[in-house]
């Protein structure tokens, strides 16, 4: 290996946009760069500072990146909150007041009167100065039409102008990117910039989305901009990804209040290589990122969340079965979620609809925007209708969903029992059961468009709206019916027996894990959602369930589905490779294709390899003793020798086509009067990656997946046969899974 | 790689004890079977049947475990209380019945006489039918240390006569296995039966020791015992480990009541390889622990530990200082503790002294007994210790840590205000600080004797005993100087500003931190604990603190010191090896050795390779086309070529001497009267590993950490070189950090 700190000649060790990098060398290069500070170090007092400080610059960096990611979420968070309620109405005190905040101080302070303060003025009050009659109705509809449009509008051309890596959630191409794979500007300023203000445009517009995903992306971002202040982290792809894993981890962090939540799901979710040093500072990270959030503390409850519950109700074991039922939905769910997801977005790239994208973003606003006013569950934000419905009524809450019959039978200040609903819950039910069709259908729509979208949220509500229907049901059963077997063991009259909030909580888990398939995360998510060890139970069951339906149907979890539509070369780490052929099966070249390209390590010219490289694509060529022997010298990488055969044409004196070339380490005693050699030594990686020719495949993916190769020479009995790359593995999985060799694109 | 399912010949395949496993061929080996199953479930109902059974067969698996070491936690918990109780005095009522259970209904509820009901009756009112006077203490000191002496001898003689294995906490031992060795009979049924009884015999005896770490080693036994009634888990080295990294989250589950906490653990102190798949089932088996161990209740409390805490009086900003000086003394406590305790552990290795294990556990029980029966907060039992101290004092407390002068003139109900200490609190302080030197000292000696013993709880109270002096102290501080300029600004008198107990928790993390070197699953298992998010900062900035600075006088914690006092060959996953060397530097033979010993594949004799075989010592060689060319064509084990030859010699016909063993595929025809031949080919690992002589070491090291390899050839320009094993690797990372290479015994 050589030694990459002299870097001779710019340019070598680099990588091209869209190309996987290679982690063992750059790991190489970082403990050499380690090395060389720590050997220094001795030598001066300037020098140790330098080291220190070095090591330190870890830590710095997550802080960094903590505060930044908090703050720029705490941002969005007031922003959409404002930009929302500005759909509805403004403020005549303050215009940068949004509802709540400008009816505080309002006399009315009952939860029934709070929604009506007279600063904060409707549409129809500021157009037409009334609030009654159909004819407010229409003018309050149609602002809120026209300004769900005029956001959409906006994030789609902001997205199509200026940052089109900014749509979507970004999760997929972030674990392709942790993966080892080049994206140019997709964690760029420009991607950040413009992703911070559109999703705030998005989520604003009223469309069946969400921030949390995007918000991984905006985290990410921020990673990636502020390794540039790093030397460590700068020029080195494997170090910057360490820190970009952290990055996510905050981001998670930040979207849910979740920070232990947030490191488990960077771990499981997006991260491919995560060593145990990466753990603790992404945790820190996370942590710096969560309580930079609630400083800010955008929701006005010092919370981290806008769904925060505390209900400590118990629940029973026979519960289990509407959980796992909640668990099935969720599979189910998640499972047609992604076919039907997935084949709109494959129709969009392959018609016409494709090139049409800002129109597809009004028409899916309008439609969502005219269907969801007239009903208050889908007119208001996806997270305050989730935050209702994983509510647990108390006895003066006045919201619909609340309107129980009350006996006031029950010891005060204790649990509320089990009431009969009144009219109130059964009217909330219908438009309830109306806002899960909505969202079931429409986020499958939205999910994919040209503006930042997540489906954390829009996934979460349809859980949760499915799980609060259930909830109400079994409540009511339990009421009308204690004497049933299922209940009088444990539920008597008047007792507090069913939380429908709890039934929300459970289903939101389950359908989020259906379509993303996390487990444990998940699990932690939810947990530091709600404060309490108790429901860990509840929420496992219907987690479990849920992963194992939506398996069943589908192995692949939502990001890994859009990677694969992308042709991403993404190895799966999770998934075990199962058939049982071999590396000779795999390599190129195939049983009747031309020899391997090889370069010889003493006899090939500068024109021999320049014919070589212009002949043929591949990325880097093996080195042999000779022709004949085909005796594995090293591996050279086609970039690193058109740079450096460049260079030398350029500035040593006298390399000319019939210059030969040697890799070996000391060349030869020419005759005079021959051109001079070129010495390529320094470029030439000297231990390849080797597997035989009888090596089963499933050996070989390990070896890819755990050291993160690029490639893999092919020997038998000693002799160089073939070469096996990612993009050979990533397609030969591909053709086993039955599936298009041909959409894996990149290498 | 050869078909293991035939498995032709009994014994080939499988390892001898002290021996390290191959995982890729323990995987491969794996996955062989999963095809099997899959292929055949295609066939039949039956088979179908058996494929589903075998996949949730891990999941069962995990129930039972989960199941089984909560219920022993449960047992051990409940019978060492009674134990401890003992030691004091006995219940008339039955004698079953501890102190706690045998007052519960006693007349006396109030918190001060709780202590003193009739039924309970210490050993001087038994015996001498009084409480009062010195004799009366005499007797009970007397009986105390007796019971301790007894208890101690028990437990060492049954350690010693029944299961040498089932002393210590178990943990470095369980790191190595999990890395891929090989220890017979550590976690077997004998050594759970005798680990069990001692435990709860070594923790009653009052020695300063915990049962959180042996829990762990039981959760493992559990584990282990529990695969055999699976087949996919009792003949796969690989996927046991799997199960024993989920058992060891169980274990820390049970021993904190902290399932995430365990999971954390078990991935960042404990496995080695830890797949994503394991994580989720991890979580499961923890969980199932952890609410067994609820539904039992050892503590009568609902609660999964003794020292649940649940104050939440918020900390300020400032307060990070003395958090910080804290995590100090906890980063000082463990290299301290680190050093001495493996200078005597080596002492005892190498003098006189091991020869009499029952001596020295008498002579330190002795000692322990006879300093800790005067000092009341060291005779209670440690974990009481760490519960009193965690507490934050209301007002009907009467302990004498809670002895302040109350001036009630805050409003009631709410926060207590910081009060000035009574003669109860100094008297407490003084008690506390010679407690804290007893632990410090006496802690040093008693882990590594042959006991079960762990050191969570000894670490942790030590760190709680300096925290809540620390914390007493900032308290009396901003109590008489709240115009002190660091007080005034956040502290105002009668505001409760200090929590002591919160410095206690916050020590006790400082403690284990700097002994163990955990980070997460710290910080998470002591969240668990305390059940609040908000103390995350102070918990994360000691730990922190505590690791940096143990971290700077020593880079191992206990347990790796542990595993390399023992020669346990342990390729620690979190160190990075630093330095320049190249596999030709480590690779045998060495530069004026005798040349490789390899065999060729088609022209030796059976007695040409029992020579090799009984001259050398070597596990295995490696196979080439011919001496001259050392071009490589597998690897064969020396276990697996005795077993095939004496196989050979005894049941085929006419093989003898003289017959040529065939590596190749196809042996050539042979002329008449020739011995027949042997062919091998089935034995041959056709997929060695190799790496090229200039590869430089930390690749190396990479690679066998990665793929778990036992060894690997080392080649030059395709011709086979040398070999490099995980000894090899590990005694030259030894040398490296300038230790003795000799110190690795194990390969």
Redesign the interface.
């Known amino acids: ?1 050589m030694d990459f700190l002299e870097e001779p000649i710019p340019g070598v060790g680099t990588y091209d946009d869209f190309n996987t990098i290679d982690w ?1 060398r750059e ?2 290069r970082d ?2 760069r ?2 060389e500070i ?1 050997n220094k170090s001795k030598e001066s007092t300037w020098a140790l500072i330098h080291s220190v400080s070095d090591a330190f610059s870890g830590w710095l960096l997550m802080l960094l990146i903590g505060l930044l990611s908090g703050s720029l979420a705490g941002l969005i968070d007031i922003s959409a909150h404002w930009m929302t309620d500005l759909k509805e109405g403004i403020c005549t005190e303050g215009l940068w007041f949004n509802h709540e905040h400008c009816c505080w101080d309002s006399d009315q302070v009952t939860f029934e009167e709070k929604d009506k303060c007279p600063k904060w003025n409707s549409w129809s009050q500021l157009l037409i100065s009334t609030e009654e009659g159909a004819f407010a109705y229409i003018v309050n509809y149609f602002m809120y039409v026209l300004w769900a449009l005029l956001f959409a509008f906006l994030a789609v051309s902001l997205v199509k102008v200026f940052a089109p890596y900014a749509c979507g959630s970004g999760i997929p191409e972030i674990k392709t990117i942790l993966s080892g794979f080049i994206i140019r500007g997709y964690l760029g300023k420009w991607t950040l910039i413009i992703k911070t203000i559109t999703l705030v445009l998005a989520v604003s517009s009223g469309l069946s989305l969400g921030k949390e995903g995007p918000l991984v992306h905006v985290a990410c971002c921020c990673g990636n901009i502020l390794c540039h202040c790093f030397n460590k982290y700068r020029k080195n792809e494997a170090k910057r990804r360490e820190v970009l894993s952290a990055a996510a981890a905050a981001g998670v962090s930040v979207a849910f209040g979740a ?2 939540g947030g ?1 488990l799901f960077s771990l ?1 979710e997006v991260s491919y290589y995560f ?3 990466t ?2 500072r992404s ?2 990270a996370a ?1 710096v990122a969560a ?1 930079t959030l609630r400083s800010i503390n955008p929701f006005g409850n010092s919370r981290l969340v806008l769904f925060y519950v505390e209900f400590h109700t118990p629940w029973h074991l026979f519960e289990l079965v509407p959980f796992i039922l909640l668990g099935i939905f969720g599979g189910l769910w998640g499972a047609l979620f992604i076919r039907t997801n997935i084949a709109w977005c494959r129709k969009r790239k392959t018609t016409q609809l494709g090139k049409y994208p800002v129109i597809e973003v009004l028409v899916v606003t309008a439609i969502t925007a005219i269907l969801a006013f007239p009903n208050e569950y889908t007119r208001m934000s996806t997270s305050e209708l989730i935050s209702e419905l994983f509510n647990d009524c108390g006895l003066l809450d006045s919201s619909k969903l609340c309107d129980y019959e009350n006996h006031f039978n029950s010891s005060k200040g204790g649990d509320l029992p089990d009431r009969p609903a009144g009219a109130g819950v059964y009217s909330a039910m219908w438009q309830l059961a109306l806002a899960l069709i909505l969202k079931i259908v429409i986020t499958i729509f939205t999910f994919g468009m040209k503006i930042p979208s997540g489906l954390f949220i829009p996934s979460m509500a349809v859980g949760a709206i499915a799980g609060r229907l259930l909830g109400v049901g079994m409540e009511q059963m339990a009421y009308y019916h204690h004497d049933w077997a299922i209940f009088n063991s444990w539920c008597s009259q008047g007792a507090d027996c069913i939380t429908p909030g709890l039934y929300a909580m459970v289903g939101a888990a389950a359908c989020l894990g259906g379509v993303t398939r996390m ?2 995360s998940l ?2 998510i939810m ?2 959602l709600t ?1 309490g ?1 108790e429901y ?2 509840p929420l ?1 069951a219907a987690a ?1 369930t849920s992963k194992w339906v939506a398996d069943a149907l589908g192995r692949e979890g939502i990001y890994d589905a859009h990677i694969r539509l992308n042709g991403y070369p993404f190895l799966e ?2 998934e ?1 490779f ?3 052929t071999l ?1 000779m099966d795999v390599m190129k070249p195939r049983r009747n294709d031309p020899l391997l390209t090889v370069l010889t390590q003493d006899s090939m010219t500068v024109e021999d390899v320049e014919t070589i490289i212009s002949e043929t694509t591949y990325s880097g060529f093996p080195v042999v ?1 000779s022709r004949e ?6 591996f050279v990488l086609r970039r690193d020798l058109i740079i450096s055969i460049e260079n030398a044409r350029k500035k040593q004196d006298g390399v000319v086509s019939t210059s030969i070339i040697y890799f070996t380490e000391h060349s030869p005693p020419m005759p005079p009067y021959t051109p001079p050699t070129l010495k390529l030594r320094n470029i030439l990686d ?3 990656f ?3 020719d ?3 495949m ?2 070989v993916v ?2 890819f997946r ?2 993160g190769l690029r490639q893999c020479l092919v ?1 038998h ?4 046969l073939g070469i096996i790359t990612k993009k050979d593995v990533l397609k030969h999985i591909a053709q086993m899974a039955n599936q298009d060799p041909e959409s894996i694109l990149f290498n």
């Open positions: 290996m063992v790991k190489s403990r050499d380690h090395r720590t920070p232990i490191v499981e060593p145990l040093k753990l603790w945790f820190f942590l309580f487990t444990v699990v932690v947990f530091e404060g060890l860990i139970v496992m479990m780490a999770k075990e199962a058939h049982k590396a003793v022997s085909q005796r594995l010298v090293g000297l231990s390849p080797t597997v035989t009888l090596t089963p499933e050996i390990d070896i755990k050291l020997t009995n000693g002799r160089l």
